[in-house]
């Protein structure tokens, strides 16, 4: 592994000094989303029917957008304000981004991208306008209103948020990359490190720690499994995971926050996600854009990251076509959809 990560670290290097500008790559891809957006506002996937909907994804490109920096903002404000009322439209009397349930797609995830994006653009009367997105997205979390007790792995976790139910059993299913987006866009939505919302969700977290520093999607759990092996750890995990961890008010120099820098330091492959051996390397690929962007993210967050993130957006900029778009050839993570995966990369191309 450190093998391939230190050549993976020098092709990198040869690439950021051999690319367009990440400003550049940015405005291409800003423009190739606002070209896909509908006249009402949205922005479909014609890839998948789940996503066909289109609340999931036009609420991360809307995040990408208005994450992207204040001269796209201004370049493309006609596109993110039609975005903006379109999700405000589809936004239902419980808060909830599921439309008329019958062909729901990714709420959680749409719901935290929405409240990121209108945090960032500092949207008119966002913060009221967004209270029941929020408090919806409270009851989504795997506690003991929703039958989960505080001593079972998915304890403060965030799921899909296809309902606020109790769930049976130990049928749970939270993961760090829901987690993750959900705790930011609390935290950008007002809501305190000291809330029991986002302290359940630090220890979620914390229990998805391994001895190396590494975080993996879910808390030990051999009947679930994981995508790089049982209580393996792997790059978008970690990423997820310090994201998490400083959303919910881990400080820069906290142990465990190091020691998940540390390890994204030493497997600092942004060609590939490191942390997957020969058995499970099937997954790898198809989680290349989401790398990308949770990576960067992660790195922003935590700081000091100026020659990392260098990294990462001389990647995710070589990756676009010259219209601005990219499409993952691999359909795991439904990454083959260029709405997904160029938005993931302009997410990864934010300043």
Same mark, same amino acid.
């Given at each position: 592994?450190?093998?391939?990560? @230190?050549?993976?670290?020098? @092709?990198?290097?040869?690439?950021?000094?051999?690319?367009?500008? &990440? /400003?550049?790559?940015? =405005?291409? !891809?800003?423009?190739?989303?606002?070209?896909?957006?509908?006249?009402? /506002?949205?922005?479909?996937?014609?890839?998948?029917?789940?996503?066909?909907?289109?609340?999931?994804?036009?609420?991360?490109?809307?995040?990408?957008?208005?994450? @992207?920096?204040?001269?796209?903002?201004?370049?493309?404000?006609?596109?993110?304000?039609?975005?903006?009322?379109?999700?405000?439209?589809?936004?239902?009397?419980? /808060?909830?981004?599921?439309?008329?349930? &019958?062909?729901?797609?990714?709420?959680?995830?749409?719901?935290?991208?929405?409240?990121?994006?209108?945090?960032?653009?500092? @949207?008119?009367?966002?913060?009221?306008?967004?209270?029941?997105?929020?408090?919806?997205?409270?009851?989504?979390?795997?506690? %003991?209103?929703?039958?989960?007790?505080?001593?079972?792995?998915?304890?403060?976790?965030?799921?899909?948020?296809?309902?606020?139910?109790?769930?049976?059993? #130990?049928?749970?299913?939270?993961?760090?990359?829901?987690?993750?987006?959900?705790? %930011?866009?609390?935290?950008?939505?007002?809501?305190?490190?000291?809330?029991?919302?986002?302290?359940?969700?630090?220890?979620?977290?914390?229990?998805?720690?391994?001895?190396?520093?590494?975080?993996?999607?879910?808390?030990?759990?051999?009947?679930?499994?994981?995508?790089?092996? %049982?209580?393996?750890?792997?790059? &978008?995990?970690?990423?997820?995971?310090?994201?998490?961890?400083?959303?919910?008010?881990?400080?820069?120099?906290? =142990?465990? +926050?190091?020691?998940?820098?540390?390890?994204?330091?030493?497997? !600092?492959?942004?060609?590939?996600?490191?942390?997957?051996?020969? =058995?499970?390397?099937?997954? %790898?690929?198809?989680?290349?854009?989401?790398?990308?962007?949770?990576?960067?993210?992660?790195?922003?967050?935590?700081?000091?990251?100026?020659?990392?993130?260098?990294?990462?957006?001389?990647?995710?900029?070589?990756?676009?076509?010259?219209?601005?778009?990219?499409?993952?050839? +691999?359909?795991?993570?439904?990454?083959? #959809?260029?709405?997904?995966?160029?938005?993931?990369?302009?997410?990864?191309?934010?300043?």
């Amino acid at each position: 592994m450190r093998g391939r990560g @230190a050549a993976g670290a020098l @092709a990198t290097a040869v690439l950021a000094a051999c690319s367009p500008s &990440t /400003g550049d790559a940015a =405005a291409r !891809a800003a423009a190739w989303l606002v070209g896909r957006q509908s006249p009402d /506002g949205a922005m479909r996937s014609d890839t998948y029917g789940v996503l066909r909907a289109g609340r999931a994804t036009t609420a991360l490109a809307l995040a990408a957008l208005t994450l @992207a920096g204040e001269s796209l903002r201004v370049e493309h404000r006609p596109a993110i304000e039609r975005a903006r009322a379109w999700l405000y439209r589809e936004v239902d009397a419980d /808060g909830a981004l599921l439309g008329d349930g &019958t062909a729901p797609d990714y709420p959680n995830y749409a719901a935290a991208a929405f409240l990121l994006a209108l945090a960032a653009d500092d @949207a008119p009367d966002w913060r009221s306008r967004s209270a029941p997105i929020v408090a919806r997205l409270r009851r989504t979390q795997l506690v %003991e209103a929703r039958g989960v007790a505080r001593d079972r792995p998915a304890h403060g976790g965030f799921d899909l948020g296809l309902t606020t139910a109790p769930v049976p059993g #130990d049928a749970a299913h939270p993961d760090l990359s829901v987690t993750a987006f959900v705790c %930011e866009a609390l935290r950008a939505a007002g809501v305190a490190t000291s809330d029991p919302v986002l302290c359940d969700a630090k220890a979620f977290a914390l229990r998805c720690g391994t001895a190396d520093g590494g975080l993996t999607f879910f808390p030990h759990d051999a009947a679930r499994g994981s995508k790089a092996g %049982e209580g393996v750890p792997y790059g &978008t995990a970690t990423a997820d995971g310090l994201r998490t961890l400083l959303a919910c008010g881990a400080a820069a120099d906290d =142990a465990r +926050v190091i020691a998940a820098r540390r390890w994204l330091d030493a497997h !600092a492959d942004f060609e590939r996600v490191p942390g997957f051996d020969a =058995a499970h390397a099937s997954w %790898e690929p198809g989680l290349r854009c989401y790398w990308l962007a949770s990576a960067a993210r992660a790195y922003a967050a935590h700081g000091h990251s100026t020659r990392r993130l260098a990294a990462i957006h001389a990647v995710a900029g070589a990756r676009l076509g010259e219209d601005g778009s990219h499409a993952n050839p +691999v359909p795991t993570m439904k990454e083959d #959809d260029p709405l997904v995966a160029t938005a993931l990369l302009l997410l990864a191309l934010a300043p």
